[in-house]
């Protein structure tokens, strides 16, 4: 998926900073995931890739990766919940299939993720 929707997204600083603060959080080499669930009916994300990952082509890079791999999830996401992904420095060169498992693993341990539609 090349796009998130526009209520599918994390856009109002408060909103992201409500997540770190307050929202449950597993990570591993590749992501720091945070999740908070909403009353909402649908599931939202944020990527943040910080300046560390390298110049802006290598962000740009991760962030689009990590979209990839995490978006697609978002439809099982049950309840509803905002969902923050830092990206760590080797999602730029890791396989995207260990992105991929990566992002259903930690989605599984927030305790967020429900079975395959």
């Given at each position: 998926m090349r796009h998130v929707?526009?209520?599918a997204r994390l856009r109002r600083t408060t909103d992201v900073q409500r997540v770190r603060r307050a929202g449950a959080s597993h990570s591993d080499q590749l992501f720091h995931v945070s999740a908070v669930v909403t009353s909402g009916s649908q599931s939202r994300i944020a990527?943040?890739?910080p300046s560390r990952v390298g110049i802006?082509?290598?962000r740009n890079r991760a962030r689009r990766?990590?979209?990839a791999a995490f978006v697609p999830l978002l439809q099982r996401v049950?309840?509803?919940a905002d969902v923050l992904v830092s990206v760590?420095?080797?999602v730029v060169e890791a396989p995207f299939a260990e992105l991929q498992r990566?992002?259903?693993t930690l989605l599984k341990a927030l305790g967020v993720l429900g079975?395959?539609?």
């Open positions: 929707a526009r209520d990527i943040s890739v802006a082509v290598r990766r990590t979209r049950r309840p509803a760590r420095s080797p990566s992002a259903e079975m395959p539609a």
